[in-house]
């Protein structure tokens, strides 16, 4: 079995973020970039495939020199060979087509995305993805088996779980739930020192069209000002809530 994982190069949730060009471009100094963590997810399940039923496990992303040391950490967690496809990532659909490209040509069995990223959570990628392959999609799966040609997966509704059967060649949405946190992958020192070793294959973009462009961003709000109230003066509370808050 064929497995390839996208990979997206996210800022850590730490991070602070802030915005150049009229807050138009998300401004990268001083931020520490991550796999994003429902792609970890899925990185991590593919693993399991590998070592449980000999999966060859490649990892793909859209992006510049700058993401290569994201790439070599999922290396270092077990992946095999490495993509990157030198362009910057600007939409979802400019993204699953330079994707759909590398993926219909290495005849991929299971491609494994995260349900979304955690920097602009647009979550189109997948089912684009899909699309343009004509390959079954599941979304905010949470559990997935292979058999032969059958996978057999769990994903998350409202209120519950679904579980569904579909044919190879599938293409799924990942997120925590798919493996437990607790069986992330952490790179050892030999993974680390093989993963430098490894291929990490820079393919040229095919110059998929751009479908849609950010004009603006803009940060939440700042946090208003605490207010302590006694709790003996019921009186000014439900002043506050009523006449401030207006939410009674």
């Not at 401004?27 to 999966?55: C, H, S, Y």
């Not at 859209?62 to 999922?74: H, I, M, N, S, Y």
């Not at 003066?233 to 009523?242: G, M, P, T, V, Y």
Request: proline fraction near 5%; hydrophobic fraction near 40%; include cysteine.
């Amino acid at each position: 079995m064929k497995i390839l994982v996208c990979i997206s190069h996210v800022p850590d949730t730490t991070s602070k973020i802030n915005f150049t060009d009229g807050d138009r471009k998300f401004d990268t100094n001083g931020v520490q970039f991550v796999i994003n963590p429902n792609d970890e997810f899925g990185l991590t399940r593919a693993m399991w495939f590998k070592e449980k039923q000999g999966a060859s496990v490649d990892i793909i992303n859209v992006g510049g020199a700058e993401t290569e040391p994201t790439l070599r950490k999922a290396l270092a967690i077990g992946a095999d060979t490495a993509i990157r496809i030198n362009t910057a990532p600007t939409d979802g659909f400019q993204v699953a087509k330079e994707l759909a490209k590398v993926a219909s040509e290495g005849n991929y069995d299971l491609i494994i995305c995260g349900r979304e990223s955690i920097d602009y959570n647009g979550g189109m990628v997948p089912g684009i993805l899909a699309g343009m392959l004509k390959a079954n999609f599941i979304n905010t799966c949470i559990g997935l088996e292979i058999e032969g040609d059958k996978a057999t997966a769990i994903r998350e509704i409202d209120g519950g779980k679904e579980t569904l059967t579909a044919s190879l060649p599938l293409v799924i949405g990942g997120q925590k739930g798919l493996v437990e946190e607790s069986d992330l992958k952490i790179p050892n020192m030999r993974g680390i020192m093989q993963a430098r070793k490894k291929p990490l294959n820079v393919v040229e973009p095919s110059g998929a069209e751009v479908a849609t462009k950010a004009v603006k961003f803009e940060k939440p709000a700042p946090k208003g000002e605490v207010k302590l109230v006694d709790p003996e003066n019921l009186d000014q509370l439900i002043d506050l809530l009523h006449n401030e808050a207006k939410v009674i």
